[in-house]
């Protein structure tokens, strides 16, 4: 079992993402703790790609604006090296298949060993070719974490037969974002995955305030929050603390 069962043991998750490298490989490490301090129970970190064919303009942004400040993957790497000095909460990557393959899927998945990554998220991978990695990811322990869609259907099943670490359930189609409104069936897909699994499912794509965080927890095991979060670095900077603080307090609350 991994280190992510720690993020659902005994109560709802909230799980937190940012981009490695927005606005520096410095602040990043300060945010994650940051976070963990305000309540976060697992953190996703977007390794930076200029393609991110899933994301929405404010994730799509912080992509370019930690590319323009020189990240790499070496230096994400090296970003949770610093972290684990500090915490043992569960980090998982959120990436494309791109960077991965050049970086090479051993390479890649044995630096995640070494440093500390219990998961990875790729958008961009179906389900039935995830074996490419899959494999060569579960040779060092490292989860792939499955996406299931409102588009699933049939599907929803089959997909969380396999699943490993947690589910990622996307409210909403299109890409990421915050939403004023969240109109998923959310409770009928997580009944389908919880028929065939106990794999946690958290719930991701447009949750940004307390309400539809405290709704979605009540059919879900976490929410997953990124377009909101990423907005509060895009807007204070290099001094996001305060602000990181309060609002991932307020949306862990919510949910208890």
């Known amino acids: 079992m991994s280190n992510i069962y720690k993020a659902f043991e005994n109560k709802k998750a ?118 490419e990695i899959e494999d060569v990811a579960n040779k060092y322990g490292i989860d792939i974490i499955s996406l299931i869609a409102p588009t699933s259907e049939d599907r929803i099943k089959k997909i969380a037969k396999e699943a490993k670490g947690f589910i990622y359930v996307v409210s909403s189609m299109g890409v990421t974002g915050v939403r004023s409104e969240i109109n998923t069936d959310i409770g009928k897909m997580v009944q389908s995955i919880k028929e065939v699994t106990d794999v946690p499912c958290a719930v991701g794509f447009g949750i940004n305030n307390p309400n539809q965080a405290r709704e979605i927890s009540e059919v879900a095991d976490g929410v997953i929050v990124g377009s909101a979060i990423v907005k509060i670095i895009e807007k204070n900077g290099e001094n996001a603390n305060e602000e990181l603080f309060k609002y991932v307090s307020e949306m862990k609350h919510a949910i208890e």
Request: with cysteine; proline share 6%.
């Open 14 to 131: 909230f799980i937190g993402f940012l981009t490695a490298g927005d606005p520096t490989a410095e602040k990043t490490v300060e945010y994650i703790l940051e976070m963990e301090r305000a309540g976060a129970d697992l953190i996703e970190i977007g390794i930076p790609f200029s393609d991110p064919t899933a994301e929405g303009v404010v994730i799509q942004n912080a992509n370019i604006r930690a590319l323009n400040e020189g990240m790499t993957t070496d230096k994400v790497f090296e970003i949770v090296r610093k972290v684990r000095e500090k915490s043992n909460i569960p980090l998982v990557f959120l990436t494309y298949i791109n960077p991965v393959y050049k970086y090479g899927y051993y390479n890649f998945f044995e630096s995640c060993r070494e440093v500390g990554i219990d998961g990875i998220i790729v958008p961009d991978v179906p389900f039935e070719e995830k074996h």
